[in-house]
């Protein structure tokens, strides 16, 4: 629940209640699933993703790591003209990582030690490698040193004494003490100092609204802060886009940071735009121009300003000097900002990608096609030849990519099948051999690496690809040896990625590889109703066997009581389905029948006890976030002096004390994006009426095929439902992989 929140000392203590809230539900994607968070500027009560804006992921921490691999990325930058203006007064990493690219743009040595200890130790490209060359039993069982990810409280570890001192400055300002720990880990051991030079770096926290970070830096520096304070500008911009990235955007359009910056009472947004780029704040872009990262400072942003708008305007009938017809060349391309660690997981992807399509193998695998499916034949000829390959279909259509694989590892190839979550993993056939992409990337699961760091595979098959984010699906390319193969498979229709970027809908807009739709449809009554509402249509479906029933609700409450009533009664009756096999969906973690309200109806009817766990009992249903965007279920075996343990999936976990709070939530009630990816034997969603304002058709197309053999929906959103299918495609993200890949590949020709 968002505060209204004063800026004056005593309410300023208002601030940890706020984030440690944003903190617990922010972790596990983004504001889609909650009502008014469709803009990068809007307030997000029940937003699902904020731990991701303060503190360091393993994507990003991964991705750190593998810099000093992107030799393709940095010699294309090094071929170009214009260096990047801005960042000339970074301080700490960001400086020591900015000097380390213009050391390679300008071919001077560069200096390993401002890469980090970890980067250090990072394999170089290897190269191309034969399908046979080693065996799979040959590669490491783990991960190879500086690849692995690292928790981020293990790669920022603070030393006490820095924590004590951030507090003294907290409690000076009147913000809460209980956010020391956090501002030392986003600030570092200086965190102190800096924080007493630039109050408005508590903005790095996540949950601080820009009014607590006005009464705190207030506090400290009385009359010698203002709405126009440039340390202050700088921290809105940084704020505007790490709010951006929970709702999926890669970067911003210039002129709407311009917009919600006047709507902070910034008195010179233009200018204050100008002094984040300046200060290494943000990059500026903007695409098609010469250099990837749109020129720099002068030749992007500059664009933008209303001095070149006049003087365009002023000289809009004059002939260009090389004959370019205007109106043939179209508008320009909006100048973008966005935050350096999305920036070069893009350009990493896109180079990778390109890669990838580029050393493809060609080889005719005609024979194993004339073998397999029918379904999975023209796939298994598609990747054959081709280093990258799209795949689309429903839940029916995994098969098969899957089928691909096997026919693969029949000719000796090396191929490893991967999907998003534990529970995707486990509904596949164990002769799948199937991983999850997180234990692949950790080396837990999967064949591992070579001593370079590359996966030693020769084909790489992820299902549910449009869970990907951006960094996640960077650190997998950048992990493919040249030569070897990359099938994305997934359903385009679902909610896109927790995290930052829409890199399946993006490839599959930019047509630079082949790309095979599925005539596989998902069966039954349910399938035919997703199938309806994937293109627009809500349509009555003819369900005999009950499975599909509507449930009728006139308010929250209500909805809350059928919603119980369903899990623990009809659906077992009906179906022979427990309560622990049905998951029920809705729309947001707050209000009357969201995730919090609905599982403590759930915890007082299926596990009634006196949460004695920081509120939870033995055989609680549990949802985990290890890390922002990625959930895992399980159930609550005890609680000692070491934290809260888990059986997730047959495996234990042991979550300690002090995360408990902002990482365990009960799991009978989950959002739709906590649940792409996975599938149950019934569903329940739950449409309370102060939910129709977060629905779209990929939220509802998401929400009603969780579950493979029944859908209840308890339904109190009147017309609004057929409204958001109709009406409501998607929520956009900005994002700029499809012009960089576009710009790397011509568009493909596509079979069939």
């Known amino acids: 629940m968002e505060h209204a929140v004063s800026t004056d000392r005593d309410t300023a203590a208002g601030a940890a209640e706020t984030a440690t809230e944003h903190a617990t539900e922010d972790a596990e994607g983004p504001g889609t699933d909650s009502p008014g968070a469709d803009s990068p500027g809007a307030d997000a009560p029940d937003a699902e993703g904020g731990t991701a804006a303060a503190e360091v992921s393993e994507a990003a921490a991964e991705l750190a790591a593998q810099r000093e691999l992107r030799e393709r990325i940095e010699q294309?930058?090094?071929?170009?003209?214009?260096?990047?203006?801005?960042?000339?007064?970074?301080?700490?990493?960001?400086?020591?990582?900015?000097?380390?690219v213009r050391a390679v743009e300008s071919g001077a040595p560069v200096d390993r030690s401002l890469l980090g200890p970890r980067a250090s130790a990072a394999p170089e490209r290897a190269q191309p490698s034969p399908r046979a060359a080693e065996p799979a039993s040959a590669a490491p069982s783990g991960p190879s040193p500086g690849l692995s990810p690292a928790p981020a409280s293990a790669s920022r570890a603070v030393p006490a004494e820095a924590v004590s001192a951030v507090r003294a400055v907290l409690a000076r300002g009147g913000a809460p003490e209980a956010l020391a720990g956090q501002v030392a880990t986003a600030l570092g051991e200086q965190a102190a100092e800096v924080l007493r030079e630039d109050p408005w770096l508590l903005l790095g926290v996540a949950g601080v609204r820009p009014e607590q970070a006005d009464g705190f830096a207030r506090a400290l520096l009385g009359a010698a802060c203002g709405p126009g304070d440039e340390r202050r500008a700088a921290a809105l911009v940084g704020w505007l886009l790490e709010r951006a990235a929970l709702q999926g955007h890669t970067a911003l359009e210039a002129a709407s940071v311009r917009d919600t910056l006047a709507e902070h009472?910034?008195?010179?947004?233009?200018?204050?735009v100008r002094h984040a780029i300046a200060e290494g704040a943000v990059l500026v872009f903007q695409e098609g121009a010469e250099d990837s990262f749109g020129g720099g400072?002068?030749?992007?942003?500059?664009?933008?300003?209303?001095?070149?708008?006049?003087?365009?305007?002023?000289?809009?009938?004059?002939?260009?000097?090389?004959?370019?017809?205007?109106?043939?060349?179209g508008p320009p391309a909006p100048v973008l900002l966005g935050l350096d660690r999305y920036a070069l997981a893009e350009e990493s992807l896109a180079d990778g990608l390109a890669r990838l399509v580029r050393t493809g193998p060609e080889d005719s695998w005609d024979e194993a096609a004339a073998?397999?499916?029918?379904?999975?034949?023209?796939?298994?000829r598609a990747v054959a030849g081709h280093g990258l390959v799209l795949h689309t279909g429903g839940e029916a259509a995994r098969a098969e990519p899957v089928a691909l694989a096997g026919a693969a590892r029949a000719l000796g190839v090396r191929a490893v099948v991967a999907t998003h979550s534990e529970n995707g993993r486990d509904r596949l056939d164990a002769a799948a051999g199937a991983v999850t992409v997180a234990g692949l990337l950790a080396g837990a699961e999967g064949p591992g690496r070579y001593a370079d760091g590359l996966f030693a595979l020769d084909l790489l098959v992820v299902l549910d690809a449009p869970q990907l984010d951006v960094?996640?699906?960077?650190?997998?390319?950048?992990?493919?040896?040249?030569?070897?193969?990359?099938?994305l498979s997934g359903d385009p229709g679902v909610l896109w990625s927790a995290g930052a970027g829409r890199v399946f809908a993006d490839l599959l807009a930019a047509g630079v590889c082949p790309r095979l739709a599925s005539r596989t449809p998902d069966p039954g009554p349910v399938g035919e109703l997703v199938s309806g509402i994937g293109i627009g249509e809500l349509q009555q479906v003819d369900a005999p066997g009950k499975e599909v029933v509507i449930v009728p609700v006139r308010d929250a409450g209500e909805a809350v009581h059928r919603t119980v009533q369903l899990v623990a009664e009809s659906v077992p009756r009906a179906f022979g389905v427990d309560a622990g096999q049905t998951q029920v969906i809705t729309v947001g973690h707050g209000g009357s029948a969201g995730t919090r309200a609905l599982n403590t109806a759930l915890?007082?009817?299926?596990?009634?006890?006196?949460?004695?766990?920081?509120?939870?009992?033995?055989?609680?249903?549990?949802?985990?976030?290890?890390?922002?965007?990625r959930t895992l279920q399980g159930a609550v075996v005890a609680a000692d002096a070491e934290g809260l343990r888990l059986d997730c999936a047959g495996t234990e976990v042991v979550v300690a004390r002090d995360r408990v709070e902002s990482a365990v939530r009960h799991g009978w009630a989950l959002t739709a994006h906590q649940a792409a990816g996975m599938r149950w034997p019934a569903a329940v969603v739950v449409l309370p009426g102060d939910a129709a304002r977060g629905l779209s058709r990929p939220w509802v197309y998401t929400a009603f095929s969780r579950g493979d053999r029944h859908l209840s929906v308890v339904h109190g959103v009147d017309q609004a439902l057929a409204r958001a299918v109709t009406d409501v495609p998607s929520q956009e993200r900005t994002t700029r992989l499809r012009p960089l890949i576009e710009g790397l590949l011509a568009p493909a020709v596509q079979p069939g």
């Not at 910034?266 to 204050?272: K, L």
């Not at 397999?372 to 034949?377: D, E, G, K, S």
């Not at 915890?603 to 965007?629: C, H, M, Q, T």
């Open 76 to 100: 294309r930058k090094a071929e170009k003209a214009g260096p990047i203006a801005a960042g000339t007064k970074l301080s700490g990493q960001a400086a020591d990582l900015l000097a380390a």
């Open 603 to 629: 915890k007082e009817r299926l596990n009634p006890g006196p949460g004695r766990f920081g509120g939870f009992d033995p055989g609680d249903r549990i949802a985990y976030v290890p890390s922002p965007g």
């Open 471 to 487: 960094e996640t699906a960077a650190m997998i390319v950048e992990s493919l040896p040249d030569g070897s193969r990359l099938v």
């Open 265 to 272: 009472a910034v008195p010179d947004p233009h200018e204050a």
């Open 371 to 380: 073998k397999a499916p029918r379904a999975a034949a023209e796939l298994i």
């Open 297 to 329: 400072f002068e030749d992007g942003f500059e664009e933008d300003s209303p001095a070149v708008a006049e003087e365009s305007e002023a000289g809009a009938d004059e002939e260009p000097a090389d004959g370019t017809d205007p109106a043939e060349a």
